[in-house]
């Protein structure tokens, strides 16, 4: 299925002409090093949570986490898939408006590239989209606050009225890293895009205003 497919259920849960958000009809202009990006928002809606996106086949692939990733092995995170997002949602930072899907504030909390970890028993590369299908993916993040290595598993397939879920875990040795920090208090997080907290891109949302849609200043109400 083509990106452009894929994004049908995000653009129909949207109204372009209410929220800044991108469609995503832009393509993914050439990125310098081809790496896979991810991002990890906070998004302080009607439940705050942290939506964590990886580039997989020219879309993100996004889970909800609530309590946010962290860093300490011991701490497995819900993460509950959601739809598809465009790939310029990447540096989406601003406010949604009331009354829209996910109506709230977005900051970028992380961002980076990662690399796909992934061998069959014969030790052959296996494509990571098809680590994701089969429920089982590790990967190596290269951002600003997450690195190393984070593994995503599916622990409930879905259906019979029970929504999908996974837990993102962070790999390694929990010995060498039991001093690792957990996840930093959302309210006082910093975006890794423009060292804005939650409340002041929520105070002044044109300020920072990172879509693929041209400024809209001056059009707050
Ligand atoms: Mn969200």
Redesign the pocket.
Known sequence: MSGEDRLRTYRGKRRFDRTGEPSGTRSRSAAGSGEPLFVV?I?D?TTL???FRLEVDGVLK?W?VPKGPSLDPHDKRLAMP?EDHPLAYRTFEGVIPKGEY?G?T?IVWDQGTYLPVGHDRRGRPVPFAESLRHGHARFELRGAKLRGGFALSRFRSGGDGEREAWLLVKTGSARAERDRPGTPDPHRARSARSGRTLRQVADDPDDVWESDRPAKRGARR
């Open positions: 928002q998004h809606a949570h942290f939506d996004s909800s959601t996910g709230g977005v």
